[in-house]
T-cell receptor, first 120, second 112 residues
Framework: AQTVTQSQPEMSVQEAETVTLSCTYD???????LFWYKQPPSRQMILVIR??????QNATENRFSVNFQKAAKSFSLKISDSQLGDAAMYFC?????????????????FGQGTILTVHP | NAGVTQTPKFRVLKTGQSMTLLCAQD?????MYWYRQDPGMGLRLIHY???????AKGEVPDGYNVSRLKKQNFLLGLESAAPSQTSVYFC???????????FGSGTRLTVV
C-alpha cells in the first residue's frame, strides 16, 4: 500500500520570504500523480498543484512550485513571496490511477498535514 | 456554481442515533469518495464509488454504510453513532483517476 509522510507538523515563515514543505512517499508503481492541497481555517480543501510522475519537469503555479525527485520519492512544495493568505494546513497526496487488479478507483492517499504560519 | 455540495455542515448526535450525510455533485463525475479528517491523521478513506450503483470499502469503513443510487449523489450513513465517529467528514469527486479531487466543504460531526 502506498504511504505518504509529511515530517513537519508545523512550519512558520515571515511574510515575503520563501518556505519549503517536505513530503515523501512510498510506492512500487511507476504511473502516479502527486498533489498538494491547502486547507485554510474555512476548512475548504483547495488544490494547489499537481505533478505527473512521468514528467521530469517540476510543476509550477504562480508562487507555488514543487521539487519532484522521483528516485528519492520526494515531493516538496516551495512557496515564494509568502503572503498572510498562505497560512493554512497543507496536505501532500498521492494518487494511482490503477489498483493491483487493473480496475481504476483512483484513491487519494494523504499525508498527515503541515500547519503553515505566516508572520507579518 | 458547479461543485460538490455537502449537507449538513454541522451536526451533534447522541450515541446510538443514526444519520445520513448527503453529497451531491453536478459535474457528471464518475468517482466519488467519503473521507474523515482527524487531527494528526490526515484524511482517511471511508468508502468510495466508481460509478452509479457501485460502492466499495476504503481504509476505515466500520460503522458506516453508503449508497449511490444516482450518479450525482453519494450518501454516507451512520447506523448507530459512537463517540469515535466524531470527526470532520469530506465528500470528494473526480471525473477520472488522474485528476485531483473536487471537495465539498465538509461536515463537522460531534457524537456525545
Amino acid at each position: 500500500a502506498q504511504t505518504v509522510t509529511q515530517s513537519q507538523p508545523e512550519m512558520s515563515v515571515q511574510e515575503a520570504e520563501t518556505v519549503t514543505l517536505s513530503c515523501t512517499y512510498d510506492t512500487s508503481e511507476s504511473d502516479y500523480y502527486l498533489f498538494w492541497y491547502k486547507q485554510p481555517p474555512s476548512r475548504q480543501m483547495i488544490l494547489v498543484i499537481r505533478q505527473e510522475a512521468y514528467k521530469q519537469q517540476n510543476a509550477t503555479e504562480n508562487r507555488f512550485s514543487v521539487n519532484f525527485q522521483k528516485a528519492a520519492k520526494s515531493f516538496s512544495l516551495k512557496i515564494s513571496d509568502s503572503q498572510l493568505g498562505d497560512a493554512a494546513m497543507y496536505f501532500c497526496a498521492y494518487r494511482s490511477p490503477l489498483n493491483a487488479g487493473g480496475t481504476s478507483y483512483g484513491k487519494l492517499t494523504f499525508g498527515q498535514g503541515t500547519i503553515l504560519t505566516v508572520h507579518p | 456554481n458547479a461543485g460538490v455540495t455537502q449537507t449538513p455542515k454541522f451536526r451533534v448526535l447522541k450515541t446510538g442515533q443514526s444519520m445520513t450525510l448527503l453529497c451531491a455533485q453536478d459535474m457528471n463525475h464518475e468517482y466519488m469518495y467519503w473521507y474523515r479528517q482527524d487531527p494528526g491523521m490526515g484524511l482517511r478513506l471511508i468508502h468510495y464509488s466508481v460509478g452509479e450503483g457501485t460502492t466499495a470499502k476504503g481504509e476505515v469503513p466500520d460503522g458506516y454504510n453508503v449508497s449511490r443510487l444516482k450518479k450525482q449523489n453519494f450518501l454516507l450513513g451512520l447506523e448507530s453513532a459512537a463517540p469515535s465517529q466524531t470527526s470532520v467528514y469530506f465528500c470528494a469527486s473526480s471525473y477520472g483517476t488522474r485528476d485531483g479531487y473536487t471537495f465539498g466543504s465538509g461536515t463537522r460531526l460531534t457524537v456525545v
